[in-house]
């Protein structure tokens, strides 16, 4: 949900491509999202999605959340992406990202992210592997 929500405003300011986008979003704002999740100390619905998520990705019924991450993470860095631009306007990440929070696209995450976290997010999608 977020990583659509965020690719979107993102790349029609920025210029960059969808899929690019999603790529480097895809761990930061899956890494907030299990955060808050766990940090909300509830059973709630979205951390048994990343359960099952683990179990489905790995194989193995005791995967969790944080194996969903490192799993994730190991086929990003396998994609041929290539790196972020050193035109991208970083000044504009705030405005981009409280734009965002309004996207119909965050309604699917398993969690509520704000506009600080969702820069959070970017900023750490943008920081160079």
Same mark, same amino acid.
Request: glycine share 12%; with cysteine.
């Given at each position: /949900?977020?990583?659509? /929500?965020?690719?979107?405003?993102?790349?029609?300011?920025?210029?960059?491509?969808?899929?690019? !986008?999603?790529?480097?979003?895809?761990?930061?704002?899956?890494?907030?999202?299990?955060?808050?999740?766990?940090?909300? /100390?509830?059973?709630?619905? /979205?951390? =048994?999605?990343?359960?099952?998520?683990?179990?489905? !990705?790995?194989?193995?019924?005791?995967? $969790?959340?944080?194996?969903?991450?490192?799993? !994730?993470?190991?086929?990003?860095?396998?994609?041929?992406?290539? $790196?972020?631009?050193?035109?991208?306007?970083? =000044?504009?990440?705030?405005?981009?990202?409280?734009?965002?929070?309004?996207?119909?696209?965050?309604?699917?995450?398993?969690?509520?992210?704000?506009?600080?976290?969702?820069? =959070?997010?970017?900023?750490?999608?943008? =920081?160079?592997?």
């Amino acid at each position: /949900g977020a990583v659509h /929500g965020l690719a979107g405003p993102l790349g029609g300011a920025l210029g960059l491509p969808h899929g690019w !986008l999603c790529a480097r979003l895809l761990v930061p704002v899956l890494t907030l999202s299990l955060d808050r999740l766990e940090a909300a /100390g509830e059973n709630w619905d /979205g951390l =048994e999605r990343f359960d099952e998520l683990g179990y489905l !990705l790995t194989g193995l019924p005791e995967a $969790g959340g944080r194996d969903v991450l490192a799993n !994730l993470q190991q086929l990003v860095d396998g994609l041929p992406l290539a $790196g972020v631009p050193d035109t991208i306007d970083t =000044e504009s990440f705030p405005a981009l990202c409280e734009a965002a929070t309004t996207s119909s696209s965050m309604r699917g995450n398993p969690v509520p992210l704000s506009a600080t976290e969702l820069l =959070e997010a970017v900023s750490n999608a943008m =920081e160079e592997a």
